[in-house]
């Protein structure tokens, strides 16, 4: 087994998954968000379509490793029934989301394809 240490990871990504069902509680959360963490993280577009490796409709939060554990923290408590998909940026996309993510919520297959795998 390779160990790599937590050093490469330049930043974290966070895509909060929502369908036409769910998308006004996660413009809502996307809101709270905006006001609770704006001096953490970065907002992405509201994507309602799959992009990229997501099969969800999703918007990203980006985040350096230094307001990790704060932003997670607070999405693991305020996600509610949202799914929220974690993976860290080491310059490695296909392992990054294949291998190193987390979850929030439920789990979803991501199109692999999409990252050239």
């Known amino acids: 087994m ?24 996660a413009w809502a959360l996307r809101e709270a968000i ?3 963490l704006a001096s ?10 799959p992009v990229g490796p997501h099969p969800m409709w999703s918007y990203q939060l980006a985040l350096s490793p230094g307001n990790f ?15 929220v998909f974690v993976h860290p940026n080491t310059g490695d996309e296909l392992r990054d989301h294949r291998d190193s993510a987390l979850w929030l919520g439920k789990s979803y297959e991501l ?7």
């Open 2 to 25: 390779e160990l790599r240490d937590h050093s490469i990871i330049e930043s974290w990504h966070a895509h909060v998954y929502f369908d036409s069902a769910s998308r006004s509680k």
């Open 34 to 36: 905006d006001i609770e």
């Open 40 to 49: 953490q993280v970065e907002i992405g577009r509201f994507h309602e379509k």
């Open 69 to 83: 554990s704060q932003v997670i923290s607070w999405l693991a408590l305020n996600h509610d029934t949202l799914d």
């Open 111 to 117: 199109n692999l394809a999409a990252l050239g795998s």
